[in-house]
């Protein structure tokens, strides 16, 4: 390929995998350089309405992470949520060109499945029965169990006693001054020491 470049990107749109949705549902599309931010600002405040009832936030390849990244802001910021989510690929053809027409290349055209995510959330519920389904959650509890299970697992990676054997500037702290002079025999080189 290093002998063309690419001319065009296009994304074949992908139909919304939850029928049924009323009209009027945003429809939150995630692209690789959208503004959290902004896309949190909009979603907010249409949820925060009592006529918004559902919301569905999409992404595809990069954006993928983002998009979750999104899902789980908003379900913070507005509790009791119900959730769907589907995983499926969406279809792009880019276009390749190339870079010197005079040397009897032709255009090429490269299909590609890329993976994508849909998700509803609602304020109503969902069919807990279907693949995909997350109920609300009390996120307080997962976050406090989360920090436990971290804090027990670093513990017993803590060093005991003694530290890096460096202080303050870089130079090696008071412990690691008695440890160098008793391995080396010698008194250490440095200001404001002195060992006989």
């Known amino acids: ?27 939150m599309k995630v692209k690789d350089g959208s503004k ?32 979750i990244t999104c899902v789980e802001i908003l379900k913070r910021r507005v509790r009791g949520l119900h959730q769907v989510t589907r995983l499926l690929y969406s279809r792009t053809q880019e276009l390749w060109e190339p870079l010197e027409p005079a040397a009897g290349l032709d255009g090429l055209t490269v299909h590609k499945n890329v993976p994508a995510v849909w998700v509803l959330l609602s304020k109503d519920p969902l069919d807990a029965t279907q693949a995909g389904y997350q109920p609300p959650g009390c996120f307080d509890t997962l976050w406090a169990q989360a920090a436990r299970e971290e804090g027990a697992a670093q513990e017993p990676r803590r060093k005991r006693g003694g530290g890096s054997g460096r202080g303050k500037g870089g130079r090696p702290s008071s412990g690691a001054r008695g440890r160098r002079s008793e391995v080396s025999g010698k008194a250490p080189s440095w200001r404001g020491t002195h060992h006989e």
Not at 38 to 66: D, P, Y
Request: glycine share 10%; with cysteine.
């Open 1 to 27: 390929m290093e002998n063309y470049r690419k001319a065009k990107t296009m994304e074949q749109p992908c139909p919304c995998p939850f029928p049924g949705l009323p009209a009027g549902t945003p429809e």
């Open 36 to 67: 959290i931010r902004n896309l949190m600002g909009f979603a907010v405040g249409r949820m925060e309405s009592e006529a918004t009832r559902h919301i569905v936030f999409t992404g595809s390849g990069k954006s993928v992470a983002k998009t």
